[in-house]
């Protein structure tokens, strides 16, 4: 079964200076996540909403914000009816926010990293002309690296990224946070068309993840869009199913 997730999923809300509306849910949410999350086991429940407002001397209204975020970020889960519970550190938690890997693993503390296994100038074939509307054929640099959090392997990626956008660059800056590089550039990353499906690893991916061939995954391919609606990216990542979730919150429909 193929999951598809929304297009137009919001960018996370840019950061405040102290002082600004704002800056105190971010004071209570790092507060939440080193005084009180740091302190507890994968799945324990937090404290009551009243007494974490007595322990920052804030609103509630404060303190539900700083909730929703650490939720946003994977830090912690929500059962309706029971309260708020520690995630598993185990896992790296991907919300609908369009982050980069480097983003979501730096938010959860760890150190992000990129073993390059290639880059090179290719040409696209049908698929990837069609994802970022250009001429099958036509020139477009391919990046394929492997993603690591503190040294472990979690991801394998393989990106296409439009001539236009890099030219004949295929300079170190490509290695690092390509988000960053989009930004530099001028295609800020806006949101993005993502689709999951479960799969198996192949030999060589299990030899890269460090898994046994046959492991469980996640294929996640996405195409970016930058604000001025250009196709930038065609991505698809193979993430260790025992290290990553996606977590998508989901609204009926009135």
Not at 32 to 50: C, F, K, W
Not at 178 to 194: D, I, V
Request: net charge negative; glycine share 8%; charged share 25%.
């Amino acid at each position: 079964m193929t999951l598809e997730t929304g297009t137009d999923a919001p960018q996370l809300p840019p950061s405040r200076a102290a002082g600004e509306p704002g800056s105190k849910v971010e004071a209570i949410r790092s507060r939440l996540r080193d005084e009180v999350i740091a302190h507890l086991a994968p799945h324990d429940p937090l404290p009551p909403e009243r007494e974490l407002v007595n322990l920052f001397g804030v609103s509630r209204a404060t303190v539900r914000q700083a909730l929703a975020r650490l939720a946003d970020h994977g830090w912690v889960y929500r059962v309706q009816g029971s309260g708020t519970f520690v995630a598993d550190k185990d896992l790296v938690s991907k919300s609908l926010y369009l982050t980069s890997f480097s983003e979501d693993i730096a938010e959860r503390g760890m150190t992000p990293g990129s073993r390059v296994l290639r880059l090179e100038h290719g040409r696209a074939d049908e698929r990837i002309a069609r994802e970022l509307l250009i001429t099958p054929g036509a020139r477009a640099v391919h990046i394929e690296r492997l993603r690591t959090a503190d040294g472990a392997p979690l991801c394998i990626e393989s990106l296409w990224l439009p001539e236009w956008l890099t030219g004949d660059n295929l300079g170190p800056e490509l290695l690092g946070s390509l988000y960053e590089y989009f930004g530099h550039a001028g295609a800020t990353p806006a949101r993005a068309h993502q689709t999951i499906r479960a799969v198996t690893l192949d030999e060589r991916q299990a030899e890269l993840l460090e898994s046994a061939p046959g492991s469980p995954a996640l294929l996640v391919a996405r195409i970016v869009f930058d604000t001025h609606g250009r196709r930038i990216e065609s991505s698809t990542g193979v993430y260790r199913g025992d290290a990553y979730e996606f977590q998508i919150n989901v609204k009926r429909r009135v």
